[in-house]
Each structure stands twice: as structure tokens, then as C-alpha cells.
């Protein structure tokens, strides 16, 4: 059972910067990936970004990206989302989610960006961003 421990959301001000933080443990997985999705009051929860751990391959989704970064710490199973630029449409519920499979990504379609890739979901971290 992979447990995951979300840190780093808060208030901010438009146009500043947040970092959020998810720490994995439980069994060790030879090919996994990590991601992060929000659910915003009253809509559904859409992918933000995601990142393979082996080859560190990263994925974002058209709204943050050039303004998100995610990283992965290997030593501490920990990944990171640098948010930059924030605008009052970010804020939402963070889901840091684990997939303890290697992501597939075709020519039109990657897993990484589909919920059903994740099994595990931490409990979320609220990031508000004011106007």
C-alpha cells in the first residue's frame, strides 16, 4: 500500500509562487509515475501534471504549462510542484496521486494524463490564489 503525505498549499496573491510537495512510501516499484491533479469548487477534477520516475519524462496540461514545473527528488520517493505565476482560476483541491506502472504515451494519447492511470491519492492541499 503506498501511503502519500501532500504539503506546501496556502494562500497567495496573484502572480506569486507556491510549492507543493508529496511524499511516497510503501513497497518499492521498479517503473512508476507521479502526478498531480486539482478539483476547483463546483468542477471536476482535471490533470495538471505528471512526471515519469524512471526517465524523468514530464507531462502538464495546456493551462500550466510554462508556468508549473514538476520534479522528482529519487533519494527522498518525493515529488514537487513549482507553481509560478499563479492566477485566481488555480485555485482548487491538489491531488497528489502515485501510478505504480509505467505511463503509456502514443502518438495521441499518453495514461499520464488519465485519472484511471493513478491507484493511490493523497487527501489534497488547498491552494487559493486571490485577485
Known amino acids: 500500500q503506498v501511503q502519500l503525505v501532500e504539503s506546501g498549499g496556502g494562500l497567495v496573491q496573484a502572480g506569486g509562487s507556491l510549492r507543493l510537495s508529496c511524499a511516497a512510501s510503501?513497497?518499492?516499484?521498479?517503473?512508476?509515475?507521479m502526478g498531480w491533479f486539482r478539483q476547483a469548487s463546483g468542477k471536476e477534477r482535471e490533470f495538471v501534471a505528471a512526471?515519469?520516475?524512471?526517465?524523468?519524462?514530464?507531462y502538464y496540461a495546456d493551462s500550466v504549462k510554462g508556468r508549473f514545473t514538476i520534479s522528482r527528488d529519487n533519494a527522498k520517493k518525493t515529488v514537487y510542484l513549482q507553481m509560478n505565476s499563479l492566477k485566481p482560476e488555480d485555485t482548487a483541491l491538489y491531488y497528489c496521486?502515485?501510478?505504480?506502472?509505467?505511463?503509456?504515451?502514443?502518438?495521441?494519447?499518453?495514461?499520464?494524463?488519465?485519472?484511471?492511470?493513478?491507484?493511490?491519492w493523497g487527501q489534497g492541499t488547498q491552494v487559493t490564489v486571490s485577485s
Open positions: 496521486t502515485f501510478a505504480p506502472r509505467q505511463f503509456y504515451s502514443g502518438s495521441r494519447y499518453t495514461s499520464a494524463r488519465s485519472e484511471v492511470a493513478y491507484d493511490y
Open positions: 510503501g513497497p518499492p516499484f521498479s517503473n512508476y509515475g
Open positions: 512526471i515519469s520516475w524512471s526517465a524523468g519524462t514530464t
